[in-house]
């Protein structure tokens, strides 16, 4: 069902590798509540040729884009305004990649070099993007910023090493940007803190089906599903979320404040 939350409104959508992302089923979304927006991803990941299909289905174009680089970020925001004909209402940041966890390094021995990729590409890319959009003058007032995090950001979860710390990196700028966009020309910017989903980059963890496991025990609505996750998305995009800003918003079926659930006790068969 549509409600049509996206009408009218201009897009750029970050991400999306095969029909798993989550930034896939943004793009699904933004296209059914009536947005129109352009999809970009690293060159590198064209190659798959997944994100055509996405492209022909929402009547898309795609910009090519490595998010570490101010020129192809400045190519993006220039080019996008000029395909949808007018400034950007909607970005959605949905990158996130570590060699460290690629390669299973524990978080005591991290490469450095891969620990300085990490951060270039998840995190400093939001600050790279909003500062190009803002120079740009490319999001119109009460446009709205949404990146994708994890929870790691606040509690340990050893297995996701150097990310916990980019995340948390990416959620400072968040409010830092926040700020500044805020004041200077009413631009929203958020993260949304997403359940464990089966994804390219959320399968690269060690121990991820376990965890994936544990999280839905622990949640009571269960873990949160990739399109859940598109259709709050969508919500943060839209009019209805005008004063929401600054904010790391957890979509995660109430798993962050729960301590122990009947269920995973009776997984652990330490029921009382
Ligand atoms: N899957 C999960 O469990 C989970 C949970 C919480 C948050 N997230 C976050 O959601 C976001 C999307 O991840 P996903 O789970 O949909 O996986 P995904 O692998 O489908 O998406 C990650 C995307 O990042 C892109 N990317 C990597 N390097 C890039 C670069 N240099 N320039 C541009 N794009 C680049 C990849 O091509 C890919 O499309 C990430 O920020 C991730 O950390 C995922």
């Given at each position: 069902?549509s409600?049509?939350?996206?009408?009218?409104?201009r897009?750029?959508?970050?991400?999306?590798?095969?029909?798993?992302s989550?930034a896939?089923k943004v793009?699904?979304?933004a296209?059914?509540e009536?947005g129109?927006?352009?999809l970009?991803n690293?060159?590198?990941a064209?190659?798959?040729?997944e994100?055509?299909?996405l492209?022909?289905?929402t009547?898309s174009?795609?910009?090519?884009a490595?998010?570490?680089s101010?020129?192809d970020?400045?190519?993006?925001f220039?080019?996008?305004?000029?395909i949808?004909?007018?400034?950007?209402?909607f970005?959605l940041h949905s990158?996130?990649?570590s060699?460290n966890?690629?390669?299973?390094?524990?978080?005591?021995?991290l490469?450095?070099?891969?620990?300085?990729?990490g951060?270039?590409?998840?995190?400093?890319?939001l600050?790279?993007?909003?500062?190009?959009?803002?120079k740009?003058?490319a999001i119109n007032?009460?446009?709205?910023?949404?990146?994708?995090?994890?929870?790691?950001?606040?509690?340990?979860?050893?297995f996701?090493t150097?990310?916990?710390?980019?995340?948390?990196?990416?959620?400072?700028?968040?409010?830092?940007?926040?700020?500044?966009?805020g004041?200077?020309?009413?631009v929203?910017?958020?993260t949304?803190?997403q359940?464990?989903t089966k994804?390219?980059?959320?399968?690269?963890?060690k121990?991820f089906?376990d965890?994936?496991?544990?999280?839905?025990?622990?949640?009571?609505?269960?873990?949160?599903?990739?399109?859940?996750c598109?259709n709050?998305?969508?919500t943060?995009f839209?009019d209805?979320?005008?004063m929401v800003?600054?904010?790391?918003l957890?979509?995660?079926?109430?798993?962050s404040?729960?301590?122990?659930?009947?269920?995973l006790?009776?997984k652990?068969?330490?029921?009382?």
């Amino acid at each position: 069902m549509s409600y049509n939350l996206l009408k009218g409104k201009r897009g750029i959508i970050t991400g999306a590798l095969d029909e798993n992302s989550i930034a896939w089923k943004v793009a699904e979304k933004a296209n059914e509540e009536g947005g129109t927006f352009v999809l970009t991803n690293a060159p590198i990941a064209m190659r798959m040729g997944e994100i055509n299909k996405l492209a022909e289905k929402t009547g898309s174009q795609i910009i090519p884009a490595d998010a570490t680089s101010v020129e192809d970020l400045t190519e993006l925001f220039t080019k996008s305004q000029e395909i949808l004909g007018g400034k950007i209402d909607f970005v959605l940041h949905s990158i996130g990649m570590s060699v460290n966890i690629r390669k299973k390094i524990p978080y005591t021995e991290l490469n450095y070099e891969y620990y300085t990729k990490g951060i270039d590409v998840s995190a400093f890319s939001l600050h790279k993007m909003l500062s190009v959009a803002k120079k740009l003058d490319a999001i119109n007032e009460w446009g709205s910023v949404v990146a994708l995090t994890y929870a790691a950001a606040q509690r340990v979860y050893p297995f996701y090493t150097d990310m916990a710390d980019i995340k948390a990196m990416l959620e400072s700028i968040t409010r830092s940007f926040g700020y500044h966009y805020g004041i200077e020309k009413k631009v929203r910017i958020n993260t949304v803190s997403q359940s464990p989903t089966k994804t390219k980059a959320g399968s690269g963890i060690k121990g991820f089906g376990d965890f994936f496991d544990y999280a839905n025990a622990l949640s009571p609505l269960g873990n949160a599903s990739a399109e859940d996750c598109a259709n709050y998305c969508i919500t943060l995009f839209s009019d209805l979320t005008r004063m929401v800003t600054m904010q790391n918003l957890y979509h995660d079926g109430g798993y962050s404040t729960t301590g122990v659930s009947d269920v995973l006790l009776k997984k652990l068969g330490i029921e009382g």
